[in-house]
């Protein structure tokens, strides 16, 4: 395996050199965002089934009819529902767990239905998607609760999905509750079961970070009113948003596996994933990061050709860390 590294292209911050699509794709959204009225004038339950029904900003995840779903019992009798993807030729050679994204307050793992299939198909490995229990109803920590149930149980056999190589990983709020899992199971459980970490547009320091303080009102997905909603209906009063249990960028990162970062440099979450990278490498862990010019947050569900590269590098990685594994 390659030593840690992390390398940050300064052309990728050059507003010179944005891909021209992605150029189209911040209008469209600016102009969209301008018809829409604001998320957080709405009830959680109608922006969660506009979501569902692709009526929201993202495009409608048509949902994939060989996705199996299993119910895990998890803590204290809790039901974890949970979808399984399989690989086609029916070869598996592992399981990757996938954390989706939403601020902790929207999405389900059903969303990211054509994502997974996509994984599934491109690596071999088959896709395990953890719904876990949302806020406010649910907050800190259910989530990250649910997550770590799941992935104890992969680690441990208890789950319909081959052990042989575990990846783990997540966009978003799920790339922050993947970091979380991996934290709890080397010091909860003892536990260093994954041997790569997937993290697309992560947000690492709920205090904000200052790309998320600096953003402003414009709202390309998330403004950084949107992230501080989600921070409150996540993390109840008596919880610092520095203590490491929340924020991960302040923990101890050591014996963490191999991560590939990823962001656009449009994404107000561009500095967790910038800090983050280099708390990892600082830690003594392998690191790849990958910056895409002009992306905004998750960018890779709009179906650019930017974004359809970055899922296909993101697959790559996964596959290399198969051949390669640490």
């Given at each position: 395996?390659?030593?840690?590294?992390?390398?940050?292209?300064?052309?990728?911050?050059?507003?010179?050199?944005?891909?021209?699509?992605?150029?189209?794709?911040?209008?469209?959204?600016?102009?969209?965002?301008?018809?829409?009225?604001?998320?957080?004038?709405?009830?959680?339950?109608?922006?969660?089934?506009?979501?569902?029904?692709?009526?929201?900003?993202?495009?409608?995840?048509?949902?994939?009819?060989?996705?199996?779903?299993?119910?895990?019992?998890?803590?204290?009798?809790?039901?974890?529902?949970?979808?399984?993807?399989?690989?086609?030729?029916?070869?598996?050679?592992?399981?990757?767990?996938?954390?989706?994204?939403?601020?902790?307050?929207?999405?389900?793992?059903?969303?990211?239905?054509?994502?997974?299939?996509?994984?599934?198909?491109?690596?071999?490995?088959?896709?395990?998607?953890?719904?876990?229990?949302?806020?406010?109803?649910?907050?800190?920590?259910?989530?990250?609760?649910?997550?770590?149930?799941?992935?104890?149980?992969?680690?441990?056999?208890?789950?319909?999905?081959?052990?042989?190589?575990?990846?783990?990983?997540?966009?978003?709020?799920?790339?922050?509750?993947?970091?979380?899992?991996?934290?709890?199971?080397?010091?909860?459980?003892?536990?260093?079961?994954?041997?790569?970490?997937?993290?697309?547009?992560?947000?690492?320091?709920?205090?904000?970070?200052?790309?998320?303080?600096?953003?402003?009102?414009?709202?390309l997905v998330l403004n950084a009113d949107d992230v501080?909603?989600?921070?409150?209906?996540?993390?109840?009063?008596?919880?610092?948003?520095?203590?490491?249990?929340?924020?991960?960028?302040?923990?101890?990162?050591?014996?963490?596996?191999?991560?590939?970062?990823?962001?656009?440099?449009?994404?107000?979450?561009?500095?967790?994933?910038?800090?983050?990278?280099?708390?990892?490498?600082?830690?003594?862990?392998?690191?790849?990061?990958?910056?895409?010019?002009?992306?905004?947050?998750?960018?890779?569900?709009?179906?650019?050709?930017?974004?359809?590269?970055?899922?296909?590098?993101?697959?790559?990685?996964?596959?290399?860390?198969?051949?390669?594994?640490?």
């Open positions: 395996m390659a030593k840690p590294r992390l390398e940050i292209d300064p052309g990728a911050f050059d507003p010179e050199a944005t891909d021209p699509e992605l150029v189209k794709l911040t209008e469209w959204l600016r102009e969209e965002h301008r018809q829409r009225p604001d998320t957080w004038s709405l009830p959680l339950d109608k922006v969660r089934k506009a979501r569902k029904e692709g009526k929201g900003i993202f495009p409608y995840a048509p949902p994939d009819r060989n996705a199996e779903t299993h119910v895990h019992i998890g803590a204290a009798g809790r039901e974890i529902a949970m979808r399984i993807f399989r690989p086609t030729d029916g070869a598996t050679r592992g399981s990757f767990l996938h954390i989706h994204g939403g601020g902790w307050v929207f999405g389900g793992a059903e969303e990211s239905d054509p994502r997974l299939r996509s994984i599934a198909d491109a690596t071999g490995l088959t896709v395990v998607s953890v719904d876990y229990r949302l806020a406010p109803e649910h907050p800190f920590p259910a989530a990250p609760d649910d997550c770590v149930d799941v992935a104890v149980a992969l680690a441990n056999g208890h789950l319909p999905a081959p052990r042989g190589f575990l990846a783990i990983g997540g966009e978003s709020a799920g790339a922050h509750l993947a970091v979380l899992t991996l934290i709890r199971l080397r010091d909860d459980y003892k536990l260093r079961p994954f041997r790569a970490a997937l993290l697309v547009a992560g947000c690492y320091d709920l205090s904000l970070t200052p790309s998320v303080r600096a953003a402003g009102q414009e709202r501080k909603e989600f921070v409150l209906r996540f993390v109840p009063d008596e919880y610092p948003l520095k203590d490491p249990i929340v924020s991960p960028l302040y923990a101890d990162l050591s014996d963490m596996p191999p991560a590939r970062f990823s962001c656009g440099t449009k994404d107000l979450l561009v500095d967790d994933t910038l800090f983050m990278a280099t708390r990892w490498l600082a830690a003594g862990n392998p690191v790849e990061l990958h910056l895409t010019n002009g992306g905004v947050h998750v960018f890779e569900v709009f179906g650019t050709e930017a974004g359809k590269r970055s899922l296909t590098a993101m697959e790559a990685y996964l596959r290399d860390r198969i051949d390669f594994p640490a």
